[in-house]
């Protein structure tokens, strides 16, 4: 909902008993949003989300073909050639997946916008609002049918900041696969990364991601996130990691379920991974 600025709209429409064709093209300088409902977190209290946007220009296109439609979305968030988010959404027909194609997704533009809507879950739109991504996303090719997706993307730099309950990440690069509803996460080998977990660990860890892989899926208690046979090394130290964390989708702390098998590791270096909440 927007709450102040100014909005520049060119609309052109086109009806035959129902929309066929609409043509926007739109700049909004100033503008500032808010969510349609708070943001909730597991201490109780729950934060309208805002967005304020110096600079929006927005050209979007929607046209039907019989029971198929196709919707194609450029945004820009600087008064630049190039758009900050090209990205097009089409269905060919009733009971078919959605497909959204993008050969790129800027996250620092579209994570706040996203955490403004009623239509994601209340724990997507606290990470989005919370841990604020950036980076992007990139060859975008996701189908979905329901709140299931089967495709891929490629993650570039992605970076995530440290939640009151959530570890931080910077960054991540790598492949993301999924299959009805399984997300699948191959970092690319020799990634160097930083994990900082400020309520388990005393110090964020430095790491360079040697292979493995993290898969993230929704159960019926909540979300988990797995990592597999993810070897790593860092300064003084080597080994394999295999962990779960369980988040119950309500925000409160998760639980971790983790298994480390060391290959190498100088005496003062065991201190990084002695958890500081136990």
């Known amino acids: 909902q927007p709450v102040g600025g100014a909005l520049d709209a060119d609309l052109w429409l086109s009806f035959d008993a129902r929309l066929e ?20 977190f597991s201490s109780g209290l729950a934060i309208e989300p805002r967005e304020s946007l110096p600079f929006l220009r927005v050209a979007a296109r929607f046209e039907r073909d019989g029971e198929a439609w196709r919707a194609d979305w450029l945004d820009w968030r600087e008064d630049t050639a190039a758009p900050s988010t090209r990205a097009s959404v089409r269905r060919s027909g009733p009971g078919a997946p959605i497909e959204l194609r993008a050969p790129r997704i800027d996250l620092a533009a579209a994570a706040p916008l996203l955490a403004l809507s009623d239509a994601l879950p209340p724990g997507l739109r606290r990470l989005l609002y919370e841990n604020a991504p950036t980076g992007a996303l990139l060859a975008v090719g996701l189908d979905f049918d329901g709140a299931n997706a089967t495709g891929a993307l490629r993650l570039d730099r992605v970076r995530l900041a440290v939640g009151s309950r959530t570890p931080g990440v910077d960054s991540l690069s790598g492949t993301l696969r999924a299959d009805a509803g399984f997300w699948r996460i191959a970092p690319d080998p020799g990634l160097a990364v930083t994990i900082d977990y400020p309520h388990v660990f005393r110090q964020a860890l430095e790491l ?7 898969g993230v899926w929704r159960a019926e208690d909540g979300t988990r996130v797995e990592a ?18 369980h988040f119950d989708g309500v925000g409160s702390r998760p639980t971790l379920d983790a298994m480390l098998a060391v290959d190498r590791g100088e005496v003062p270096t065991a201190r990084l991974f002695w958890p500081v909440n136990v």
């Open 228 to 245: 597999s046979d993810l070897r790593f090394e860092g300064d003084g130290y080597a080994g394999e990691l295999r962990a779960q964390l």
């Open 208 to 214: 360079t991601l040697l292979g493995g892989e993290i």
């Open 21 to 40: 064709r609409l043509r926007v093209e739109a700049r909004a300088p100033d503008l500032v949003l808010r969510g349609v409902e708070a943001v909730p």
